[in-house]
């Protein structure tokens, strides 16, 4: 029977101001110093951790600006290991995932995961979804009642009927009521609310969340929006903004 890895732990030096600092939880060492150097060669600083346990304490004694689980690991998985860390904190969490983990994927989401990654991934779409989540992340630094300063060339709000979408903030409401979405998910919205009525093929769709160089199937796409659905019918169980238009792709209704 195959043993598993001993605990790797790297706590790199303390970061320089301004610096944002990335954890990597993941069983594969491979993985864990690719990305450990692609991240730094980017300006991040990085921490890495091959066992649940052990980045568990650490994440809540010194919590980073981001963090990528793996979810299968031993010792402590990743779905594991997230229940326990949304006891205490809302770290943004990507979850890398394998192709036939779909129920894996719906379940972290579900449980508070901001995005996920199916393996084998691109490093650029990783650092694409890194930098998204923390400008994201960002503006909850401020008070509620302190509105974010206006800056040349910031997206405004986009209303569609009962639909309000932020991209400075990256709120979406529905009525009036929070909805929370993941990067991908409102990106693939934003597409289809920038113009309502008109059709959006998969691979326009495609294009909108995701960089150039990366390939995603019908049914990426299809699952998205599978949640999308079910995220928006948690706070009206009547909502049918999002249409199917069978062989030719999707569309928003502001109607």
């Known amino acids: ?9 790297t706590e790199n030096p303390a970061p320089a101001e ?4 990335i954890a990597l939880v993941d069983d594969d ?25 052990a980045a568990l304490e650490a994440l809540r004694k010194n919590p980073p600006d981001l963090a990528v689980f793996d979810i299968k690991m031993p010792r ?26 779909e129920e894996d994927e719906e379940a972290g989401l579900a449980m508070g995961a ?13 650092l694409a979804r890194i930098r998204a989540i923390l ?40 009525d009036g009521k929070p909805v929370s979405l993941t990067v991908t998910e409102f990106l693939i919205l934003e597409a289809l609310a920038a113009r309502p009525g008109v059709i959006k093929s998969r691979n326009q769709l ?20 599978k949640r999308l659905r079910r995220k928006f019918r948690a706070v009206d169980p009547d909502f049918s903004a999002i249409e199917t238009l069978y062989g030719a792709g999707y569309s928003f209704s502001d109607g």
């Open 206 to 225: 495609m294009d909108a969340a995701y960089p150039d160089d990366v390939f995603v199937d019908d049914r990426t796409v299809d699952s998205h929006i």
């Open 76 to 101: 402590m998985d990743g779905m594991e290991l997230l229940q326990e860390l949304r006891k205490t904190s809302a770290l943004p969490v990507i979850f890398l995932t394998s192709k036939d983990q």
């Open 18 to 21: 301004g610096q944002r600092t």
């Open 135 to 174: 400008r994201r992340a960002a503006p909850h630094a401020e008070t509620d009642d302190t509105p974010p300063t206006p800056q040349a060339g910031q997206a405004e709000v986009i209303t569609r009927g009962r639909l309000a979408m932020d991209p400075a903030r990256h709120q979406v409401t529905w």
């Open 114 to 126: 901001d995005d996920y990654i199916a393996k084998p991934f691109s490093q650029r779409l990783l």
């Open 1 to 9: 029977m195959n043993q598993p890895p001993e605990s790797m732990t």
């Open 29 to 53: 060492r491979n993985i864990l110093t690719t990305l450990s150097i692609a991240l730094q060669a980017e300006g991040y600083a990085t921490r890495v951790y091959s066992d649940g346990e």
